[in-house]
Each structure stands twice: as C-alpha cells, then as structure tokens.
C-alpha cells in the first residue's frame, strides 16, 4: 500500500498553515507534507518549514490550479528518489484547515482500499459563508449535466487521489475551476469517485469586497471549465 503525500496549495495563510501543517503529518500513511506557497507575501513559508512542511514557492500567485499541479510535480520528484515505479497517493487539503485537517483519515481510507480512485470530502458541520451559494449551484449542476452525478459539495477541495487519478485529470482546468473539472473528466473517463463525510471545516469567508472579488473569481473560473465540458 503505498503511502499518502498531503499537498496543501496556499497564499498567505500565515496564521493558520503551522496547524494544518501539523495536523495533516497526524494522518495515517502520510509521509510527505508539500506547501506549494502561491505567490505569498506574508511569513506562510517560513511558518510552514518550521512546522516541518516541504515547501515550493513561486514568486507571484498563478491560481490554486497551478499551485496544485507544482505541488504534485514536487511530490513526484521525491517519488522517483524514494519510491520509483510505486508513486504515493496525494492527498489535497486547503490550508485555512488547521488543527481540523486531522480529520482527513476518512479521505484516505478508500483509496488505500483500492475502492475508490478520488475521494472527495463532505464537511459534516458547514461554517456559514457571506456568500449566497452561486458558485456551488453553478459547479454541481454543471457536474450533474455532464456526468449525471450529483455531488453534495462539488467544490470542496479536500480530496485524496491515486497517482494515476491525478495523471487522467491532467491539465487541471485554470484557477478555482479545477475542482469542478477534475470530478467531471475523471467521472467521465470511468474512474470511481466518492464523497466522504469528515469533521472538517474552513475559516468563514466574509462579505466585504475582497470575499464578494474572491467569489467573482471563482464563478469565472467554474463557468471557463465548464463552457469546454458542458455542452
């Protein structure tokens, strides 16, 4: 069974990367914990290393997608040192978690099984968010139309994938699209996918002009993924 490398994309989660950090070396098979730092102008790299994390670094933000693909990329050079021929699971998690990342163990479980090729996580207690669930309602009825599957949260970003997964995925769509598009092209090309409920939860996004631009950024991004997979 090969063991589980925690890939955590983020940019300037400071104040909470050393708990989801810590946390996520809690899970069992994790060996690995990569920081693919996206841009960040703030301590989010040193507070990751000191936690013990690998970290890849870019000098601008180039969007959570590219943050995810160079994460995998890193992992996949230590593979090739390590463990060649017998690459590691990768297990995504957002790096607001905190101390709950280490309640990803569920995420893990069926594809070490061999049952399931992506596990995605549903949070069991859902922090309310400033928005109005447009994204959301965007991204599962797109998914819904090109595969006739119905995700309970198709945006949720914790998800625990194969190697080979992540390869069928590839080129992940651009920015927060990439979530709806992975779902819609590996279901499609018959890979097993599963929600799994976790005690999990993300810090609560506000409702100032900063929170309703990330929202504007997201929608734009689903419906760009969508527009190529949904016809």
Known sequence: MPPVAVVIPACNEADR??????????????????????????DTVSAARRAGATVWRTGRNRGKAAAMMAGAAAVRGIDERDRPGDPRHLLFLDADLGATAAAAGPLIEPVSAGDADMTIAVFKNRVKQGGHGFVVRLSGAGIRRATGWAPAQPLNGQRCLTRAAFDAARPLARGFGVETAMTIDLKRKGLRVMEVEVDMAHRATGTDLAAQLHRARQFADVARALAVRVR
């Open 17 to 42: 990367i050393a708990a989801t950090v810590t946390a996520a070396f809690t899970l069992p098979g994790v060996d690995v914990v990569l920081v693919a730092s996206d841009g960040s102008t703030d």
